[in-house]
């Protein structure tokens, strides 16, 4: 007779396993306790400690206990409002600010809510899609070039839109981006801009890493789309506090019916964000000396890194632009590919679990972003660092000089061994 209890898994999640993300998280960490080591290049993860300030709030408010307002603290809103203004130039009020539990959730509800479709470039952060599938999306992957530092085409964008010009639909717009660490320019964003402006689609701007522009230049579409860009952020990355779980919604007024239909789904589900991580949060994001210091020093850390990165990438034979913020590179093993196949390594997925076996060093295929399997291109964080230690150093270097290769080998040196070992082991191919 048939169990009872036989299995029934919702068909769009059946077959679906841990995000990719925290998957090879989870396996690093296994492996280091298992006695190997690790250069844990695979999640994203920000190296840096939360600000002392902001971590001093979160102390001071340890006992706050109640159930706050669904959308957020009212001060929190009124402080993201004026972050908004101070930092991108994006005037809002406090009402268009919605606080969730990290900005993954946000853009899960907002494609639960929302009856449309999802545009997205490959390659984009390995959860939009999946989050399309569980609630029934149709997703539209939208092919860039790496010549191109794979950015979406607003020629593209449009082709798809006029395919059926009245559908309803989301595009998101990563930048700086994961996977790659690059940007667009500002051209590129009004031409984007009028094309969903034309299709009235809706543009997620995911500026996540807007504040880890490594020049301090990101400038939002928002101020090409204001009536329907909806701006997505936190405090994971710049605050280095992706544990802590609270991001950002800003919408238009116009979309307040779109804040509203989340903000129920919310109420039912998770009801409101952490209470104490919420009043913490008001000194992220209100003005702060301390805060901008540690920014200056993070962006100039991450910025030095990617130059060296990339110059050892380059003298493995591997053709890469340098990225313009995060701590990602997207880089494409192609050069390698005869000699890869040789050892029956086919795919970006093969190539990544026999560099963990062989190296110890943990990436990300690019194929979790959406790339052709068959193309060998990877994601690495750079990341494996001691980010306190390595803001301290930099404090200590006046700002008018630039950091070098010699800071990366005492500050840095699991990334640089990481990327030795890469390079022997290509080279003994
Ligand atoms: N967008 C991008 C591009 C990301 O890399 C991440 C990963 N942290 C998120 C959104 C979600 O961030 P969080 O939920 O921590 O706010
Ligand atoms: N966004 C991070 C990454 O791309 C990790 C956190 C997550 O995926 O939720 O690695």
């Known amino acids: 007779m048939r169990d009872k209890l036989h299995i029934n898994i919702n068909l769009n999640i059946r077959g679906m396993g841990p ?6 998280n989870e396996m690093s960490n296994r492996m280091i306790k298992e006695g190997r080591e690790v250069f844990k290049l695979g999640l994203g993860q920000s190296p840096f400690p939360v600000p002392e300030p902001v971590v001093e709030a979160l102390r001071q408010n340890a006992h706050q206990k109640e159930y706050l307002p669904v959308k957020g603290l009212p001060e929190l809103q009124e402080a993201i409002a004026n ?43 390995v959860s939009y899609s999946p989050q399309a599938r569980i609630v029934g999306r149709n997703v539209n992957w939208i092919p860039t070039k790496a010549d191109n ?16 010009p009245t559908r309803p639909r989301i595009a998101i717009l990563n930048y700086p981006a994961n996977p790659t660490g690059y940007t667009y320019p500002l051209e590129r964003l009004e031409r984007l801009a009028h094309v969903a402006r034309r299709y009235g689609v809706i543009l997620v701007s995911d500026e996540i890493y807007g504040l880890i522009h490594h020049n301090g ?12 860009t909806i701006v997505s952020s936190g405090m994971s990355k710049w605050c280095g506090a992706g544990g802590w779980r609270l991001g950002c919604f800003t919408f238009p007024a116009k979309l307040r019916w779109l804040l509203d239909a989340i ?15 919420q ?17 200056l020093h993070s962006r100039r850390i991450l910025k030095t890194i990617a130059k060296v990165l990339v110059d ?72 494996d660092f ?34 030795d070992l890469l390079g022997d082991w290509l080279a003994a191919l």
Request: aromatic residues 10%.
């Open 149 to 164: 530092n794979w950015r979406l085409s607003p020629d593209m964008l449009e082709m798809i839109c006029r395919t059926d």
């Open 217 to 228: 230049k990101h400038v939002s579409v928002a101020n090409y789309y204001p009536e329907g």
């Open 83 to 125: 972050f908004n203004l101070r930092k991108h130039n994006l005037r809002c009020t406090p009402e268009d600010v919605l606080i969730g539990p990290g900005s993954k959730e946000l853009i899960f509800l907002l494609q639960l809510v929302y009856y449309g479709d999802l545009i997205i470039p490959t390659p984009s952060w």
């Open 312 to 383: 050892k990438l380059r003298n493995m034979e591997i053709d890469i632009q340098l990225p313009q913020g995060a701590f990602y590179l997207f880089p494409d093993f192609n050069p390698y590919r005869g000699k890869l196949e040789k050892y029956g390594i086919y795919t970006s997925g093969e190539l990544c679990k026999r560099i963990l076996e062989k190296t110890g060093v943990a990436m990300l295929p690019g194929s979790d972003f959406g790339r052709p399997p068959e193309e060998l291109t990877t994601r690495i964080s750079y990341v």
């Open 263 to 277: 903000a129920s789904v919310a109420s039912e589900t998770y009801t409101a964000t952490s209470s104490p991580i």
């Open 279 to 295: 009043y913490a949060a008001i000194t992220a994001f209100e003005e702060n000396s301390e805060i901008e210091n540690y920014l």
């Open 386 to 419: 001691d980010g306190a230690n390595a803001l301290e150093t930099s404090g200590k270097i006046p700002v008018e000089k630039e950091l070098n290769s010699t800071f990366m080998k005492e500050n840095c040196p699991k990334l640089v061994k990481a990327f």
């Open 19 to 24: 995000s990719a993300t925290l998957a090879i």
